[in-house]
């Protein structure tokens, strides 16, 4: 059984947003680098994507993207992504990647934990977040 990426048009979200929000959430709690209030209104207005993983009879991930205007380039911006068996759908994240080139933009960010470094060959970190706890 494959898995296909469907990217949701803004103007049916709301149907799919029910069933795929607890994996966004989860992901965002995860990470706690942003908030998922932001996510669910950006995604619900028009602002950002939620992608699908779709098996065929379920979904095994979602994601969420924007598209950013830093002072010098466009980027599109992985803000959460979440699900199980991701060595099935780890290869979609190309047609993301796509997407993001056909709307202008230098590059993809991933906001997410350090983990992913190791399974994204092509992706580098490029700056980082140091914390500390008060």
């Known amino acids: 059984m494959s898995v296909e990426l469907i990217c949701v048009a803004p103007d049916r979200v709301h149907e799919f947003w029910p069933h795929v929000s607890d994996l966004i959430h989860r992901a965002i709690r995860r990470t706690n680098l942003s908030h998922s209030q932001d996510i669910d209104f950006d995604v619900l207005n028009g602002d950002g994507l939620l992608w699908i993983a779709w098996n065929g009879s379920a979904v095994e991930a ?26 099935r759908w780890l290869g979609l994240l190309g047609q993301i990647e796509d997407y993001a080139k056909a709307e202008g933009c230098s590059r993809v960010r991933i906001f997410g934990r350090k ?8 992706y580098r970190i490029r700056n980082v977040i140091l914390e500390k706890e008060l």
């Open 115 to 122: 983990g992913w470094v190791r399974v994204l060959e092509r």
């Open 62 to 87: 979602a994601a969420t993207t924007s598209l950013i205007e830093t002072d010098a380039e466009k980027v599109c911006v992985l803000t959460a992504c979440g699900g199980a068996k991701m060595r």
